[in-house]
């Protein structure tokens, strides 16, 4: 909307442009009216309800469960703590494994020429079996 006055409101022959000022004064007013408000109700936010609280000492219990170390080379062989284990042996010591309290980190190693095949049989065994944390053991790249 522009503001502005014509040649006939004022009298003015040859002045026929729009003005270009907002008026400010409604904006400030607003503006310090609701800092007036903040600075009012501000304090009233902060108070809180003192309660006598207890107080308890006590030591988190802090057992970190082993971790079973798997590898299995480019021969498809699975080694369960570097041992060599069939896969009933396998399937015997994942489900001894699963039953410990708490179950213990999987940490499986593979190396680079292990077809996928094999790795995918060990995790879903030990799925089956019902351990659920299992972890990659990758060296980083030098």
Do not use: C
Not at 67 to 82: E, L, T
């Amino acid at each position: 909307m522009a503001f502005g006055s014509s040649a006939a409101q004022f009298g003015d022959g040859d002045s026929n442009q729009d003005m270009a000022e907002i008026n400010m004064i409604p904006l400030i007013d607003v503006m310090l009216v609701l800092l007036v408000i903040f600075i009012v109700t501000a304090p009233l936010l902060t108070h809180a309800v003192k309660v006598d609280l207890p107080k308890a000492s006590s030591s988190p219990n802090m057992t970190k469960p082993d971790n079973v170390q798997v590898a299995i080379d480019a021969q498809g062989v699975v080694y369960w703590n570097g041992e060599a284990l069939g896969r009933e042996a396998l399937r015997a010591n994942l489900h001894a494994a699963a039953a410990l309290d708490p179950q213990p980190e999987l940490h499986l190693r593979a190396e680079r020429t292990t077809p996928y095949e094999n790795v995918a049989e060990v995790m879903s065994e030990s799925a089956r079996q019902g351990l659920t944390r299992i972890g990659f053991v990758t060296e980083p790249k030098p």
